[in-house]
């Protein structure tokens, strides 16, 4: 089994230290083809590609904005808490809404405003068809005149104003949603010119949301990312306090970095919000193997003080559980290959590149490096007088161990506990996302959705299309007046802030060809009536308008849910709703029902995420599984190999059900790829435990030596991985903050799993394990 | 100037129809010492005013950008009222089936909102439309009801910009810029030299950017009068348009000014809208 000498990966580092500039010269190269691919970046912000082009419901979502020429909406809520429907206020409204439409992408007849809309009144036998502020009024009795009858009409009412009289809002379509960032940045720069002093804007919608995190993306890579290569840096070294390591382990992050994000770009990927995340997850995982590497080495320099000898001997016992411990982090991000979300796939797989280049540069550049300093410089920063590094670190490790061996039922029996409450929390899982949250708590996004979803009905599109079997159907009046109905019972749920359709339109001119008759409020019973009021609807405004609603067969039907919350759960929440309307009343034959908008998508993506990820765990745990067993020969090593960081898991996520954090798009993201980092530990401790206990065949000896220079080793290597992630989260998005908070803490359960729960096990049924393994 | 692929195979029958009817045009060395405002007003005339009356059954085809068509079919009559620039319509609906008998009566005056009236057969009601807005669409097409029935001359200041050929056509190019807020902050329209029909014409939208296209493919002399006898307004930026074309078309026939009244719209006069 012990091939000394003739182990392949050995010779790569002879030939590292035999000709180190040469090496460490060809990687920069390499390093510099890979940077080059960067200049070719493009940049893709849109959650709807989480989907496939063509899944089922994005394809459907696209027919829909086609066919019924709906756009993306940007939201914008002006609010005066000294009442906005004054005059003055509403000058500067209707010029700053003169100034809007002027902006480049910008729908102009599709905008929803006080001055672009049309209300249609009636007295005496006279449709009167205006913009619902045509003119501004000039004094208070005309600014009340006109919030009244903005009040009555129940398409405007909670649409342009609030009931309670402080805001008015603009529904601004727009025609590409990546560029509402930008639409979004000129709005408000004309807001700010326009509007008085006391008066607020918020800015609102998915499409903001979405544009302004892919922006705000971009900002954290160029922030976060080198935060964390320098919080890295600073533990290193103050765990070690050798100035020696950190140009080694610096370079090995980096070109990782480099090599994995040039070969994306390089093959023609977009980076995606996903993407965005790799510098940030590759880091820490990089420099596992390098802490290994430069722990052994400064061990063997401190006993030889020979660079070439304390390298080369130094690495012997890490080749396999390198290998192993690489192969199985890369597995597990490649497992995410198995979902059927395109930007996962691609991060998953360029992160298991990236730690693939990592491991090379772990075994050739770190030693080769080390090797061209100079041994002047190695001793005066290795051989300092008192020569221990970190005492109360090695301390703690070690009485850990200690305590684990000694007590080991008690660890025993706690591990059975906390596995209980892991499961047990775990079923609290509430799986739940919205883009919106993707932004922390006091961020503008977050208070524009609060201020204009209260104010507002609301901001999350969702649309329900309703499907006739022949032509002509919707108009009939039996499936009209039943539209009518689902509408009134979505309404009843408070999370649904208003519905529209082409029911609305006919009842709306219904009542002013009666002017103003409330009774007359309804649709008619003639399916010649319903045809002729479309008509004369259509030429009374803009075109657009109908086609929003129905169809030029008139076999479709399209009914805007507005929603004042665009969780996901909401939105399942609401289609349960009409599942259950539908149950009871059974709708007129042959009509079908399907959902689409933003809101819903975000909904199925999410759902597709979650199936995912659950496969790539399931995935990720038989490769790793396989890979111990490869290693260690012996099903029951491999089976303890696997416990910690099952344990680990199933606490990390007994948390979050525990906690009532939402699982979401970045929660599951880290599943899959916690397993492969999480094992890490376990595969160090168990190789050499066990090439230890071949030696001395005595468990407690072994176990002293286990929590001498490898259980510091795995100790070091918890505290930089978990620390390191911590820079995270000071991003101001909250997918970076869940990443860094969650991988702390996997990657502490998983060093406390492994430190306390493995030497307890190998106790209680150790001379079993080993026996069989022994020799 | 980009042109539509349309208009240069249009051309041939265009120019021949146009030799033909020279003879019978405004004399030709006016126009060129025209001011611009007076190319626009003769436009005006030979557009909307030609014959004292006039009879047309029109086709609109709305056609969406996915294809789908929706068909508006209605016979059009117009009158111009003696001695002034007023003018009435009389529309009514044969086509589509469920707006059948639906009709129309406009009343337009010069410097002031028009007057119109609609009848809703399936309720047997009249009602006034009190439209402030001339911008809204006619029947749901691509034109509003300033491009059926004319925007006043005044309201908009005129430029000659240059004179071109379009397909073959000395035009004039003639800009014209809202005096006060509209829906196109700019238009620029190819003014056929010797009809003094607009041959095309371009609505620029507050983002500066083009909205609509109008063009006229084929004009006849009917009855002595150049008409255009199939059109299009074509939404640019919704990639939907709408194309009109002008059947039965009859110039002086002395319609009785008892048709453009409200009582007609409930009873259409059986004799004109066959």
């Known amino acids: 089994m012990n091939i000394k000498g003739s182990n392949p990966l050995e010779k790569l580092t002879r030939i590292a230290l035999d000709h180190p500039r040469k090496v460490i010269a060809f990687a920069i190269i390499l390093t510099a083809a890979f940077a080059f691919q960067f200049r070719s970046i493009s940049i893709d912000t849109d959650p709807e590609n989480m989907l ?7 394809v459907f979502y696209n027919s829909v904005k086609r066919d019924f020429g709906v756009h993306d909406l940007i939201v914008v809520g002006l609010v005066d808490q000294q009442g906005i429907f004054r005059p003055d206020s ?13 902006i480049p992408g910008v729908i102009i007849p599709d905008v929803v405003s006080l001055t672009t809309t049309d209300n249609i009144t009636s007295a005496g ?19 009340s005149r006109l919030r009244a009858e903005m009040a009555e009409n129940p398409f405007l009412h909670e649409k342009l104003a609030s009931t309670d009289g402080t805001g008015v809002a603009l529904y601004i379509p727009i025609r590409e949603k990546n560029q509402s960032y930008r639409i979004a940045q000129q709005i408000q720069s004309v807001l700010k010119d326009h509007l008085l002093p006391g008066q607020s804007y918020h800015l609102a919608g998915l499409p ?9 993306m971009f900002l954290q890579m160029a922030v976060t990312a080198p935060l964390a290569f320098c919080c890295i840096l600073l533990l290193v070294f103050l765990l070690f306090r050798k100035s020696a390591f950190l140009l080694p382990i610096g370079l090995d992050a980096m070109l990782a970095v480099i090599w994995a994000m040039g070969l994306l770009i390089g093959t023609g990927h977009t980076v995606h919000i996903m993407s965005s995340m790799i510098p940030v997850f590759l880091m820490p995982i990089a420099i596992t193997d390098d802490i290994h590497v430069l722990s052994a080495f400064y061990d063997r320099y401190r006993e030889t003080g020979d660079k070439r000898r304390a390298l080369l001997e130094g690495m012997v016992p890490l080749y396999r559980p390198m290998l192993f411990t690489s192969l199985t982090t890369a597995a597990g991000f490649a497992s995410l290959a198995l979902t059927d979300i395109p930007p996962v796939r691609v991060f998953g797989l360029f992160v298991a590149f990236g730690i693939i280049a990592a491991w090379l540069f772990s075994m050739t550049v770190v030693p080769a490096t080390v090797s061209l300093m100079s041994e002047e410089r190695l001793r005066r920063s290795l051989l300092p007088p008192q020569g221990d590094s970190a005492p109360l670190l090695d301390r703690l490790v070690r009485s850990v161990g200690r305590f684990a061996f000694a007590r080991y039922r008690l660890v025993l029996l706690l591990g059975m506990a906390l596995l209980l409450l892991g499961v047990l929390g775990v079923q609290r899982i509430q799986v739940n996302d919205n883009p919106v949250r993707w932004f922390k708590e006091a961020h503008p996004i977050r208070l524009a959705d609060s201020v204009v979803n209260r104010l507002f009905g609301g901001t999350y599109m969702a649309y329900l299309v309703i499907e006739g079997e022949r032509p002509e159907q919707i108009k009939q009046p039996d499936v009209m007046a039943y539209i009518a109905q689902i509408q009134t019972h979505l309404e009843r749920d ?60 008139a076999q479709r039907a399209n009914v805007w849910v507005q929603l004042k919350g665009g969780d996901n759960q909401q939105m399942s929440a609401i289609e349960r709703r009409l599942d259950e309307f539908l149950a009871f009343n059974p709708p007129p034959s042959g009509l079908k029902f399907r959902w689409s908008g933003l809101t819903y998508i975000n909904r199925i993506w999410q759902d597709l995420m979650v199936v995912g990820m659950l496969k790539a765990v399931l995935g990720s745990f038989v490769v790793v599984f396989l890979l111990m067993l490869l290693q260690f020969r012996s099903l029951w090593m491999a089976a303890l190999a696997m416990l910690p960081l099952s344990l680990a898991i199933l606490l990390s996520y007994g948390l979050i059900g525990w906690v009532g954090k939402d699982y979401d798009m970045p929660i599951a993201v880290c599943s899959s790829l916690a397993l492969g980092l999480a094992v890490d530990y376990a595969i160090h401790f168990l190789d050499r435990f066990r090439k230890h206990y071949r030696l001395s065949g005595d468990l407690g000896e072994t176990n002293e030596y286990m929590f001498g220079e490898p259980g510091r080793a795995i100790g070091r290597n918890a505290v930089v991985i978990s620390l390191g992630f911590l820079p995270l989260m000071l991003s101001s998005l909250t997918p970076y903050v869940t990443v860094g908070l969650f991988f702390a803490t996997l990657m502490l359960f998983s060093t406390i799993a492994t430190l306390l729960l493995l030497p307890a096990i190998l106790r209680a049924a150790g001379r079993r394990i080993a026996g069989r393994v022994g020799v | 100037m980009s042109r539509s692929r349309e208009n240069t195979d249009l051309s041939r029958p265009l120019r021949s129809v146009i030799f033909a009817t020279l003879p019978l045009l405004v004399l030709p060395q006016a126009a060129s010492s025209a001011t611009a405002a007076e190319v626009v007003e003769k436009s005006h005339q030979a557009f909307y005013y030609a014959g004292a009356d006039m ?27 003696t001695g002034g620039r007023e003018q009435r319509y009389f529309m009514y609906f044969h086509q589509p089936g469920d707006v059948r008998a639906t009709t129309f009566l406009v009343w337009t005056y010069p410097g002031k909102d028009d007057d119109r009236w609609v009848f809703i057969p399936a309720v047997n009601m009249v009602r006034r439309l009190a439209a402030s807005d001339s911008r809204s669409s006619f029947v749901g097409s691509d034109f509003n009801y300033e491009d059926v029935s004319g925007r006043d001359v005044e309201s908009d200041t005129h430029t000659l910009v240059r004179e071109e050929e379009l397909d073959g056509v000395p035009c004039y190019v003639i800009r014209s810029v809202p005096k006060t807020s509209a829906e196109y902050v700019r238009k620029l329209a190819w003014i056929d030299k010797s009809t003094f029909l607009p041959k095309r014409e371009e609505y620029y939208d507050s983002q500066k950017e083009l909205a609509r296209v109008f063009t006229a493919h084929v004009v006849e002399v009917v009855g002595g009068y150049p008409t255009v006898v199939k059109r299009t307004m074509e939404d640019v930026k919704r990639a939907h348009r709408t194309e009109v074309t002008f059947e039965q078309i009859e110039y002086e026939m002395g319609l009785p000014e008892g048709i453009f009244t409200q009582r007609s719209l409930q009873q259409p006069p059986r004799k004109w809208i066959q």
């Not at chain 1, 903001?208 to 705000?216: C, I, L, N, S």
């Not at chain 1, 529209?500 to 219904?510: F, G, T």
């Open chain 1, 494 to 553: 408070e999370l649904v802030g208003k519905t529209s359709s082409v029911a609305d339109i006919v009842k709306r001119i219904n009542l002013v060809l009666h002017d103003g008759d409330r009774s007359y409020h309804e649709v008619p019973e003639r399916a010649d009536a319903i045809g002729q009021f479309l008509f004369l609807f259509q030429s009374s405004g803009d075109p657009d308008d109908l086609d929003n609603f129905i169809d030029y067969d």
């Open chain 1, 125 to 143: 036998g006279l449709l009167d068809i205006h913009p619902v502020m045509g003119e501004v009024p000039q004094n208070p009795a005309e600014s």
């Open chain 1, 52 to 58: 496939e082009p063509d899944q089922s419901e994005r």
């Open chain 1, 90 to 102: 509403l000058q500067r409204i209707s010029r700053a809404t003169a100034e809007i439409l002027k």
């Open chain 1, 208 to 216: 903001v949301a979405e544009d302004t995190f892919g922006h705000q």
């Open chain 2, 55 to 81: 009879k047309a059954r029109v086709t609109m085809e709305l056609i969406a950008a996915n294809g789908r068509k929706r068909t508006r079919v209605l016979t059009m009559l117009r009158r111009n009222e």
